[in-house]
């Protein structure tokens, strides 16, 4: 990244009913990073837990910017 730039990623999930009578859901969690140009470069593979996409933005995208698009803490 270059100094100065606006590179980012954006956390955010998405909740899929697991079966069509019940009223359950999985929530997956994804980030996707997006370029100083505002375009998407790429997007994860799903998370079942917040934590787990946090933890990875901080050990390998320490100086990007992070959104969190969840609406959770």
């Known amino acids: ?4 730039g606006h590179m980012r990623a954006e956390i955010f999930k998405t909740k899929r009913q697991l079966l069509v009578r019940a009223i359950r859901f ?9 370029g100083d140009n505002g375009e998407q470069i790429a997007s994860s593979e799903a998370y079942t837990q917040k934590h787990n996409v946090t933890s990875l933005l901080d050990k390998y995208f320490m100086e990007v910017e992070v959104k969190d ?4 803490n």
Do not use: P, S
């Open 1 to 4: 990244m270059q100094k100065g």
């Open 26 to 34: 999985k929530t997956r969690y994804y980030f996707r990073l997006i």
């Open 69 to 72: 698009l969840t609406g959770e």
